[in-house]
Structures are given as C-alpha cells and as structure tokens.
T-cell receptor, first 112, second 116 residues
C-alpha cells in the first residue's frame, strides 16, 4: 500500500520567515509527486516532480525531489500571511492511473 | 485550460434524504474520476474510483450502497449520498486527469455537505 507522510503537522511562523515542509513516501511504482496548497476550498496545484534533483520554482516557492531517499521538500521564502494554508503532498503510482495518495498535510500559519 | 466543475458547492439536507453531487470535466474526457472526502483539519481521503461505463471501485471502509457513484459518460460522474446522516457532513472533492495535457490532474471546486 502506498504511503505518504508529511511533517511537521503544523507550523506557525512570522512574516518574512523561511519554511521547509517535508514529504516522505513509499510507492510501489512511483510516477510523480505533487504539491498542493489548500485554503478554504479545493486544493490548488503547486508543483509536479518526476525527476530527482531538479528544483522547481515558482516565485517564493520551490520544491525538489530525492527519489533515492524517497522524499521531497517544499520551501517557502519570505513568507506572507497569504501563505497560510494546508500544504498537501501526494504521489502518483504508475499502476493506479490518476489516483492520488495524499499525505496528512502540513498546516502553515503565518503571523503578521 | 481544462477544468473540472463540481456542483453544488454547498448543500444542506435533512437526515434520511439523499443528495447528488456532480463532477464534470469541461474540456476533456475522463474515463476515470476520483472522489475524495475531507473532514475538517484532515487530509483528503480517497473514497472511490469512478470508471466510465463500469462499476466504481470503492476504498476499504466506504459503503458502496451509501455512496452511489455513476459515471455514465466520459465527462460526468455523480456521487449520491443516500439516507444521509449528520456524520456524512463533510467536504467532498472530485478529480480527473487530462491525458491530452500531460496527464495533469484537476480538482473540482468541492462540495460542502451539511446534514441536519
């Protein structure tokens, strides 16, 4: 059974801080790892990572995948209050079509 | 770009009644769609895989007779919560993958169900 574990469960920081969110996984036939941000509604897509060691970047957010150690990190620099959300990590298994297995999420709160 | 639309976004129903939630892929065909459920402050949990033209595949612990899934066309899957109880109150989200755009997975907007 595929498994995704995120840490920390929750995090409280102040504006301007840098945060690193962790995601480790066990997948029988790994295809890709995805990061989502969820506020009050459905998750919004951040990154899809398929290859090891290649950083993906979007503004203040970046993410990288380590397929040898089976983990990924999501970095947010110069955090803002609008970054407050639940960040979800999910994996795709080649044997399971488009079915995502989600981690438990990290709840980030950024205080002014 | 491709979009997955979910309806209704919010619904309140009485205990014992049934509620139908629709999930549509607007710009692409989806032979498979997925239904997730999310309780407050928890992650998304897969309920079932909806397969066009065949029976849905349910995850362990999900009652198929309670959560009826119909995937009658390549662009529409429906989830019907039958004989709803207050403990069914939750956020339900569907997703589908678009093979024509690199298999990008799109989520519907989600549906808040409150059973009173």
């Amino acid at each position: 059974e595929d498994k995704v574990v995120q840490s920390p469960l929750s995090l409280v920081v102040h504006e301007g801080d840098t945060v690193t969110l962790n995601c480790s996984y066990e997948v029988t036939n790994f295809r890709s790892l995805l990061w989502y941000k969820q506020e009050k509604k459905a998750p919004t897509f951040l990154f899809m990572l398929t290859s090891s060691g290649i950083e993906k970047k979007s503004g203040r957010l970046s993410s990288i995948l380590d397929k040898k150690e089976l983990f990924s990190i999501l970095n947010i620099t110069a955090t803002q209050t609008g970054d407050s959300a639940i960040y979800l990590c999910a994996v795709l298994n080649n044997n399971a079509g488009n079915m995502l297995t989600f981690g438990g999420g990290t709840r980030l709160m950024v205080k002014p | 770009g491709a979009v997955v639309s979910q309806h209704p976004s919010r619904v309140i129903c009485k205990s014992g009644t049934s509620v139908k939630i629709e999930c549509r892929s607007l710009d692409f065909q989806a032979t498979t769609m997925f239904w997730y459920r999310q309780f407050p402050k928890q992650s998304l949990m897969l309920m079932a895989t909806s397969n066009e033209g065949s029976k849905a595949t349910y995850e362990q612990g999900v009652e198929k007779d309670k959560f009826l899934i119909n995937h009658a066309s390549l662009t529409l899957s429906t989830l019907t919560v039958t004989s709803a109880h207050p403990e069914d109150s939750s956020f339900y989200i569907c997703s589908a993958g678009d093979r024509t755009s690199g298999n990008t997975i799109y989520f519907g907007e989600g549906s808040w169900l409150t059973v009173v």
